[in-house]
């Protein structure tokens, strides 16, 4: 039986200098396991080292960035939520006609979200006269978004009259605040 354990003991004895032995330093240094690095052409002549590259990205896809998530905040940071109107007048002008065009491409990058189109009046007016402007008023931005392909089924229009205005005052400046059409995210 010590002859089987004396035999044993050397055995593992002779496993550990083994490994000892191949896990010994000598003077003789590492090999580099790293890959050369290759300078190219433009690396060489800028003196800098190369940078790593981003994708270009088109117009679209910045476009499309831009456009954020389908609610209030990203749609009015975007393509604006309101349109203005002229006194007594229910007619887009063209400033209105170019910000209902991106409000569109925000609807078509988004087609599940629907839209409720608000029409406001200043504060002129008897109050059945101003719900009746407002209406006209939701009505037309509707209509300019039908007409640019956004399907009806997505929006809904509702007159508010003078009955809520975005800024209180008298005057010119204040009144005009209040003649929109807004675009609020469902």
């Keep these: 039986m010590t002859s089987k354990r004396l035999g044993k003991n050397i055995a593992v004895i002779s496993a550990v200098a083994l490994m000892l032995a191949a896990c010994s330093s000598k003077d003789t240094p590492p090999e580099d396991t790293t890959p050369p690095v290759v300078e190219t052409e433009d690396s060489m002549s800028s003196g800098q080292p190369d940078q ?29 939520d309101r349109v203005f109107f002229a006194y007594d007048s229910s007619e887009l002008t063209d400033e209105a006609r170019m910000t209902l065009a991106k409000q569109v491409r925000w609807l078509e990058r ?22 009746a402007l407002g209406e006209r008023r939701a009505t037309a931005v509707k209509n300019y978004l039908i007409a640019r392909g956004i399907p009806a089924s997505r929006l809904k229009t509702i007159s508010y009259g003078k009955e809520r205005p975005a800024v209180v005052g008298n005057g010119e400046s204040t009144w005009s605040q209040n003649r929109r059409g807004v675009l609020v995210v469902q």
């Design 110 to 131: 988004f087609p599940r979200v629907a839209v409720t189109v608000e029409g406001h009046c200043d504060e002129r007016g008897t109050r059945e006269y101003n719900l």
């Design 52 to 80: 790593p590259s981003t994708p270009e990205l088109s117009a679209e896809e910045l476009d499309a960035q831009a456009m954020g998530s389908p609610n209030q905040a990203s749609l009015t940071a975007y393509a604006g």
